[in-house]
């Protein structure tokens, strides 16, 4: 059960998607790459389990990314742990001994570390994001890679974090900002009682 914890934390996945995720290299060609398509990065994900509708039968690969910096090295770790849960040599964290769908034995492993399967995910998430931040990523940066590496949907930003809040069409970008001298309310004068 470590070694599939360790693997749950460093790809940071669900116990669910154990069995499902797959890691792909993808090379789309010139002429017509897919909508979902990033240029320049060639590693994506597939088997992930929060798909509704149409998404849920007919998955877009998402943006792989891990703590481990090299895909190849991850996809031989994910393949490693399902073939070991294929042959019975580790048990799938979803099913109990029984076969009844469960993750009751993962969760009273995980327990005695004082940890869940959500917050093991989280973790892994950050330090994902901090293995492919660079030397000086700002918060906003590591936030949107630990959104990737969790793989969460990326069809809008929050503009709390990553964009200015405020209305700024009534502010013209070239005047002064200071007032003019008679333009300032006059302060009131101290009335003196003496």
């Known amino acids: 059960m470590q070694d599939l914890a360790d693997v749950i934390m460093m790809l940071s996945m669900r116990p669910a ?18 909508k979902w398509y990033k240029p320049g990065y060639s ?9 509704k509708g149409e998404a849920k039968n007919n998955p ?5 990314l891990s703590m481990e910096k090299n895909p190849e ?5 994910l393949t490693w742990i399902q073939d070991a849960i294929a042959t019975g040599k580790l048990r799938n964290p ?13 969760s009273k492993f995980l327990k005695s570390y004082g940890i869940t399967a959500k917050r093991l995910r989280k973790i892994g998430g950050k330090h994902a994001s901090r ?23 990326m069809d809008r930003y929050n503009s709390g974090i990553y964009y200015a809040e405020g209305d700024t069409s ?6 002064d900002p200071e007032p003019e001298p008679e333009a300032l309310a006059p302060t009131p004068k101290a009335i003196n009682e003496n």
């Open 73 to 77: 090295r991850a996809k031989e770790l």
């Open 170 to 175: 009534n502010f013209d970008l070239d005047s």
């Open 94 to 106: 979803v099913y109990s001994i029984n076969g009844k769908r469960s993750t009751g034995v993962f």
């Open 60 to 64: 877009k690969p998402r943006q792989f």
């Open 43 to 51: 590693w994506y994900c597939i088997g992930y389990i929060k798909n």
């Open 17 to 34: 998607e154990v069995a499902t995720l797959r890691i792909i290299h993808y090379e789309p060609s010139e002429s017509n790459p897919p």
């Open 131 to 153: 293995v492919h931040g660079g030397q000086n990523p700002t918060s906003q940066h590591l936030k949107f890679l630990s959104r990737v590496a969790m793989r969460h949907k």
